[in-house]
């Protein structure tokens, strides 16, 4: 059974730092692209960050040099290590796969093939 699962999520003061990790299971990560989106209430979701299955990544201007995207294919895991949190990061935090080698990830939300149920991320003092 495909699949991917998020942890990490949970309520930090701005200022603060968490690490979201995103495990796959059913199928390896190596071939993939991933990509970390977040949903605030009432909002669209956004992508906030991808890396490709070769390293290349990605990242919204809100959260250049906040947050770092890495991956860990022995592990089949790749993480968010978020910093300098601020309450407009607030919201449900998901992650996904899409198939694709080298430099490549999709440019779109619609070009992923697999969805995590989302981590709750809450910043507030």
């Known amino acids: 059974q495909v699949q991917l699962v998020e942890s990490g999520g949970g309520l930090v003061q701005p200022g603060g730092s968490l690490r979201l990790s995103c495990a796959a299971s059913?199928?390896?990560?190596?071939?993939?692209?991933i990509g970390w989106f977040r949903q605030a209430p009432g909002k669209e979701r956004e992508e906030v960050s991808c890396?490709?299955?070769?390293?290349?990544?990605y990242y919204a201007d809100s959260v250049k040099g906040r947050f770092t995207i890495s991956r860990d294919d022995a592990k089949n895991t790749v993480y968010l290590q978020m910093n300098s949190l601020k309450p407009e990061d607030t919201g449900v935090y998901y992650c996904?796969?899409?198939w694709g080698s080298g430099s490549w990830y999709p440019i779109s939300r619609e070009g992923y093939d697999y969805w995590g149920r989302g981590a709750q991320v809450a910043v507030s003092s």
């Open positions: 059913g199928f390896t990560l190596e071939h993939y692209a």
């Open positions: 890396i490709s299955s070769d390293g290349s990544t």
């Open positions: 996904a796969a899409a």
